[in-house]
């Protein structure tokens, strides 16, 4: 191969490369948030890895979950409301609003799941219960809260009833 067409071949391959997209400069790393933090280095381990040479001993790959202490602190809360909320044998509780069309409509599908799902759970007024309301961190209605989750805005029946169904 000529110089010249080595060359051209050497400046069409750094063109074409990842680099010298716009996206990629456009990219400032240093401005990473934690999750696309911790996505970037899983996604540079992962290409490393690939050629074992380079890492023979590369140590394991630890994820933090940025919102383990979030999660922990509403299990917490909801264990504490947890004989309110499912009084019986609830499995879930929905707090509604006044004049709230999407209360009214998440209403009529909880009731024809838990026909069907033989499932049972617990209303209660966002404004008659204001104190668990805003314990949970409840500002939309409506809200539902299971004993591992909540939700807040109207569900679409066919996830309210994946949830159910578990």
């Not at 540079?44 to 690939?50: G, S, V």
């Not at 074992?52 to 919102?67: R, S």
């Not at 989750?149 to 996830?159: A, I, L, S, T």
């Amino acid at each position: 191969m000529s110089p010249a067409r080595a060359g051209r071949l050497g400046v069409a391959l750094a063109l074409a490369s990842p680099a010298a997209s716009p996206a990629a400069a456009q990219t400032d790393f240093t401005a990473l948030t934690p999750t696309e933090r911790t996505i970037f280095h899983a996604e540079i381990r992962a290409a490393l890895l690939t050629v074992p040479q380079l890492l023979p001993d590369a140590p394991p790959l630890v994820i933090e979950d940025p919102y383990a202490e979030a999660r922990a602190r509403d299990l917490a809360l909801l264990d504490t409301h947890a004989a309110r909320l499912f009084a019986g044998d609830a499995r879930l509780a929905i707090f509604t609003a006044p004049d709230c069309g999407d209360c009214v409509r998440g209403l009529q599908d909880l009731r024809e799941l838990s026909k069907i799902y033989g499932v049972t759970f617990t209303q209660f007024s966002m404004e008659g219960n204001h104190d668990i309301a805003t314990d949970l961190g409840l500002t939309d209605a409506p809200a539902y809260v299971f004993a591992d989750r909540m939700f807040q805005g109207w569900m679409p029946r066919p996830v309210l009833e994946r949830y159910l169904a578990e």
